[in-house]
T-cell receptor, first 114, second 113 residues
């Protein structure tokens, strides 16, 4: 059972480049979210989804785009990378009933924008 | 809006001693859930303990227990008999009946030998 899989684990981008962070879960979870983790800032919510075809913005959505075409996949797109997007990104999922039960996290993607 | 506040950026404790991490929160929901997650240097997020707001009894998991004060909107984590492996970032999190799970800024705990 793979759980939540994020790819890549590390990435270096140049300012202005675009890329997609992949997130896949094999637990049939309806709820999925993307967070970014910065020193002293905790985990801040970027975008979240409550099921296929449904997404919404979190606390820090600017510069990021998401889609949820299947239950399993929830990719995060950086449209035009900026140094301020240097961070560690986590994808998480939870079973139906919202986030009332344990959230499962991927291993994270460390992104550096130069 | 849901908010979570952790007022202790860093703490340290001697091995085998007890330490308490603080967390306060705010939500307008009557039914909500609170969590403590641990993040060791490996970066993996690990659930430590979970509390349902409608349950009066404080949750306990082995050496980890919480002091849930609903009226004060406080949710502290007590770690007894601290071990070197408890060294990690600890995040308090709130799910307030909405579609979001929100986190505090974290407390970096160091257990000294």
């Amino acid at each position: 059972n793979a759980g939540v899989t994020q790819t890549p684990k590390f990435q270096v981008l140049k300012t202005g480049q675009s890329m997609t962070l992949q997130c896949a879960q094999d637990m049939n979870h309806e709820y999925m979210s993307w967070y970014r983790q910065d020193p002293g800032m905790g985990l801040r919510l970027i975008h979240y989804s409550v099921g296929a075809g449904i997404t919404d913005q979190g606390e820090v959505p600017n510069g990021y785009n998401v889609s949820r075409s299947t239950t399993e996949d929830f990719p995060l797109r950086l449209l035009s990378a900026a140094p301020s997007q240097t961070s560690v990104y986590f994808c998480a999922s939870s079973s139906g009933g919202g986030w009332s039960t344990e959230a499962f996290f991927g291993q994270g993607t460390r992104l550096t924008v130069v | 809006a849901q908010t979570v506040t952790q007022s202790q950026p860093e703490m340290s404790v001697q091995e085998a001693e007890t330490v308490t991490l603080s967390c306060t929160y705010d939500t307008s929901e009557n039914n909500y859930y609170l969590f403590w997650y641990k993040q060791p240097p490996s970066r993996q997020m690990i659930l430590v303990i979970r509390q349902e707001a409608y349950k009066q009894q404080n949750a306990t998991e082995n050496r980890f227990s919480v002091n849930f004060q609903k009226a004060a909107k406080s949710f502290s984590l007590k770690i007894s008999d601290s071990q070197l492996g408890d060294t990690a970032m600890y995040f308090c999190a709130l799910s307030g009946g909405s579609e979001k799970l929100v986190f505090g800024k974290g407390t970096k705990l160091t257990v000294n030998p």
